[in-house]
């Protein structure tokens, strides 16, 4: 079973910044993309990256302040590794942050449009 690692979580200061990894050893796909849930709420859509190319794509609250990003193969490959940068915290960025997959490319931004999960990272911001 293919299992999503996440990296990179952790505290800061509101208005730092922190930056997430995901890959699973030996596996690439075609979209890959970042959910975050809070206690208490459902799980949120953040952004998505796919090929061919680099289309990227993010929900309003996070434009500005996140960027998705890949690996540094060939844009035309399939996904490896994906980073997800997030700069101007803020203490509602706190969350579990997810990373996700699927083997079929285009955007997609409803959970239940992904085939593997990671396990999560914890991102907590204080303010």
């Known amino acids: 079973q293919v299992k999503l690692v996440e990296s990179g979580g952790g505290m800061v200061q509101a208005g730092g910044s922190l930056r997430l990894s995901c890959g699973a050893p030996g596996r690439t796909f075609s979209t890959m993309g970042w959910f975050r849930q809070a206690p208490g709420k459902v799980r949120e859509y953040i952004a998505a990256i796919t090929r061919p190319g680099i289309i990227t794509d993010y929900t309003d609250s996070v434009k500005g302040r996140f960027t998705i990003s890949r690996d540094n193969a060939d844009n035309t490959s399939d996904l490896q590794t994906i980073y997800l940068q997030m700069n101007s915290l803020k203490p509602e960025d706190t969350a579990v942050y997810y990373c996700?997959?699927?083997?079929?490319?285009?955007?997609?931004?409803?959970?239940?449009?992904?085939?593997?999960w990671g396990q999560g990272t914890q991102v907590t911001v204080f303010s």
């Open positions: 996700a997959a699927r083997n079929a490319p285009g955007i997609v931004v409803r959970a239940g449009g992904y085939n593997y």
